[in-house]
Each structure stands twice: as C-alpha cells, then as structure tokens.
C-alpha cells in the first residue's frame, strides 16, 4: 500500500524589476522621485512638487505611464505639481490623513508665502500609519514620521525609502512651520532608527541620496534618537 501525499506547491510571487530615477523641479530644488516597474512599465510619482508638464515629459522619455501620485507631505515644494499632474495622467494621489488638513490650507502648506497664491487640494487616497499598498505590482508601506508637518510619512520600498523631509543627508528637516514639532520629530527619529533594516537607500526630498546605515553612523540628530 502506497500512501501518496499531496502536496501543495505555494508559487512564490514574482518581484518586479524596479529602478529608481528623479527629476529635480520647483525654484527649491525638490527630488520629485520615481518607483519604476520594468516588466509593467509603471511608476510611482513621490512628490511631484512643481512643473508638471515637465515631470509628465520626463515620464514620456522613460517611456512609461505614472500609476500613482505619493506625497511624503503637503508643503507646497512637495504638492505643488500634484493636482496637475493627476490631471494629466489620470493617476490617484495618495496622502496621510493626517495630512489633508495641511492640503486644504494654504497658510499651512505654505502657497500663500512661497507661491504668493493659494494652492489647495484634496488627494484621492488618505493613508494610515503602517498600511501596506500595492500599487504597479510594486509593495510599499506607509511610515508616519510627524515632525516636520503632522502628516509627513516615509514610503518604504523594498530597494529605497523615499523620507520627504524627515531626513536629509546628514541633517534633518524643519520643525518651525506651523504644524511642526521637535519632540514629535525625535520621536521620528527613533523610529528611523528602530527600523529592523541594516542597511538601505534613503531618496530625501532634497539633496543627494544616502543610506540608513550611513546616518545612523554619521546624522547626529539621528545618533541623539537611539
């Protein structure tokens, strides 16, 4: 007698080819960063903060379509770009909740001092801390990083973390906006630094890339959080 188990073959899920690329927009020099899917032709949109039609223009040249719209934070630098940008490609922009009181508010976010005009919008999706999206086959999930703004979140990847202003290489963003808030941004910080993660890109909304190791080594507001 033959006893035959059956055996349930579980077929991993395939993980896309990514590739991270930018485009520089806005006369303050924000990364509007992109998430590209090679195999789907996707990409994710982080804070397209001006210039649409350029960032739009920018993915013609990649040759691939934006999927979503992703906004670490609504200061005006960062959201600037967004609501043309939706408008142009169809695509969804996803925000913190916590965040959308910034978005609806120009002193808040700012437009009315760095734009001199009101810029206001409501974003599709509004994300919680800790939620898990796929979007363009790719995996992302939401950190919420108060301190800079209320709402300000790191989207992280599995090759990257797109940080907003939370962190810059080797510095930290602003706390004296309105909104802002130093004990909530150290407590960011240790979060950061609690990350059960060696070692990854860090694609900050201003200036090079970095990575996690280097700051918790050398960004000394990091190295006080531990």
């Not at 013609?60 to 967004?82: C, R």
């Not at 940008?85 to 120009?106: F, H, M, S, W």
Request: hydrophobic share 40%.
């Amino acid at each position: 007698v033959f006893l035959i188990l059956s055996v349930l073959q579980v077929k991993e899920e395939k993980m896309p080819k990514v590739h991270v690329s930018r485009i520089t927009v806005g006369e303050l020099a924000v990364n509007c960063w992109f998430l590209v899917n090679e195999d789907s032709k996707e990409a994710l949109v982080f804070d397209p903060g001006d210039q649409a039609e350029k960032i739009a223009g920018f993915a013609s040249e990649q040759g691939v379509k934006v999927a979503a719209i992703l906004l670490t934070h609504g200061h005006i630098d960062h959201m600037g770009g967004a609501d043309a940008l939706r408008k142009l490609t169809g695509a969804k922009v996803y925000a913190l909740q916590e965040e959308e009181d910034l978005l609806l508010d120009a002193k808040k976010n700012l437009s009315v001092f760095i734009e001199r005009k009101v810029v206001t919008f409501e974003p599709d999706e509004l994300l919680r801390d800790g939620q898990e999206l796929t979007l363009a086959g790719m995996k992302i999930q939401v950190i919420h990083t108060p301190g800079h703004t209320p709402g300000s979140v790191l989207f992280l990847t599995k090759d990257a973390i797109f940080t907003g202003d939370t962190i810059f290489q080797g510095s930290i963003g602003r706390t004296d906006f309105e909104g802002g808030n130093e004990r909530q941004m150290m407590q960011s910080l240790r979060k950061i630094n609690n990350l059960a993660i060696e070692d990854i890109t860090l694609c900050p909304g201003h200036g090079d890339t970095t990575t996690l190791k280097w700051e918790r080594a050398h960004n000394s507001y990091l190295k006080m959080c531990r």
